[in-house]
């Protein structure tokens, strides 16, 4: 059974801080892997998107990490905001005809001044 | 800024009634999906849809709900008879699939509550 888990739950920070949020799946065959970002009372933002072949992928503050072979996945924020506080949610995609998608729990985010 | 839009953003309604939820996706997109969000479940995929073609609407119950692309520009899901655990946020999003990547735009979600 295709599955996508992530910890922690959730998480509070201050801000300035690093943090790191941790993406596991057991989708197979593996297409790609998406970091998505929701704030409260909005739809999901795009963050990264990777495929099998893609170690590292930034964007800003947020760098996504990659391990086929392991099946994990992290996001690293660094020197957090205020405005990072939302939900954090991966995504893996299974290659078939559909494209089947697989949503882990998401991580809720808070950034404490 | 194109983006895509829901309608309508917010709908109460009591069981048994019908609930048709409509989506424009950002012009040129060739994919549509519809998600349904709640607290205890998360994210689901309800259906999606490639050039206005349903792919794959394994995660939508058959008997109450469906989805259709009229055409490019809209894309529909209704419940018929609504039952209070349909209350949940429903969205859509769009995409452009090209060779491995695929971006979702999602719109902004239609809160649905069904007393």
């Known amino acids: 059974k295709n599955q996508v888990e992530q910890s922690p739950q959730s998480l509070i920070i201050l801000e300035g801080k690093n943090c790191t949020l941790q993406c596991n799946y057991t989708v197979s065959p593996f297409s790609n892997l998406r970091w998505y970002k929701q704030d409260t009372g909005r739809g999901p933002v795009s963050l990264t998107i990777m495929t099998f072949s893609e170690n590292t992928k930034s964007n800003g503050r947020y760098t996504a990490t990659l391990d086929a072979d392991t099946k994990q996945s992290s996001l690293h924020i660094t020197a957090s905001q205020l405005s990072d506080s939302a939900s954090y949610i991966c995504?893996?995609?299974?290659?078939?005809?559909?494209?089947?998608?697989?949503f882990g729990g998401g991580t809720r985010l808070m950034v404490k001044p | 800024d194109a983006r895509v839009t829901q309608t309508p953003r917010h709908k109460v309604t009591e069981m048994g009634q019908e609930v048709t939820m409509r989506c424009q996706p950002i012009l040129g997109h060739n994919t549509v999906f519809w998600y349904r969000q709640t607290m205890m479940q998360g994210l689901e995929l309800l259906a999606y849809?490639?050039?206005?073609?349903?792919?794959?609407d394994s995660g939508m119950p058959k008997d109450r709900f469906s989805a259709e692309m009229p055409d490019a520009t809209l894309a529909t899901l209704k419940i018929q008879p609504s039952e209070p655990r349909d209350s949940a946020v429903y969205f859509c999003a769009s995409g452009l699939v090209s060779f491995l990547q695929e971006t979702q735009y999602f719109g902004p979600g239609t809160r649905l509550l069904v007393l």
């Open positions: 995504v893996v995609s299974a290659e078939n005809a559909g494209n089947m998608l697989t």
């Open positions: 849809f490639r050039n206005r073609a349903p792919l794959d």
